[in-house]
């Protein structure tokens, strides 16, 4: 025997549509956040690190020119001001404007 009232599955699904939309907002704040992370190159990038990118260019050890960073990189071509920005090695992601990697040529003045 079905111990279901005969509107019972439509009250479940009213109740879980209810519970979707209330978790939709922190949903799509979760997924915003995530795909901002996903954008950004990761130190742990394999080319990333084949070239000694750090999202900060005072923790490389590598780095000569204490002035270098991705901000003033000629390959950089994020907006002045601006946390990150696209860089030509790094196709389709950003890279961190205090960041720094071997590949750093001084922007044209
Ligand atoms: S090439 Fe320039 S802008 Fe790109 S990661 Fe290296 S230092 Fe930064």
């Given at each position: 025997?079905?111990?279901?009232?005969?509107?019972?599955g439509?009250?479940?699904?009213?109740?879980?549509?209810?519970?979707?939309?209330?978790?939709?907002?922190?949903?799509?704040?979760?997924?915003?956040?995530?795909?901002?992370?996903?954008?950004m190159?990761?130190?742990?990038?394999?080319?990333?690190?084949?070239?000694?990118?750090?999202?900060?260019?005072?923790?490389?050890?590598?780095?000569?020119?204490?002035?270098?960073?991705?901000?003033?990189?000629?390959?950089?071509?994020?907006?002045?001001?601006?946390?990150?920005?696209?860089?030509?090695?790094?196709?389709?992601?950003?890279?961190?404007?205090?960041?720094?990697?071997?590949?750093?040529?001084?922007?044209?003045?």
């Open positions: 025997m079905d111990h279901c009232a005969p509107d019972c439509r009250r479940r699904f009213i109740k879980l549509t209810a519970i979707g939309l209330a978790a939709a907002p922190f949903a799509s704040a979760l997924l915003g956040s995530a795909a901002r992370a996903a954008d190159v990761s130190e742990s990038d394999p080319q990333a690190s084949a070239l000694g990118y750090v999202a900060d260019a005072t923790k490389s050890t590598k780095r000569t020119d204490a002035s270098a960073a991705c901000h003033n990189c000629g390959l950089y071509t994020g907006k002045e001001g601006e946390e990150s920005g696209p860089c030509a090695i790094f196709q389709g992601k950003l890279v961190h404007a205090n960041g720094w990697c071997t590949a750093w040529v001084k922007k044209a003045a």
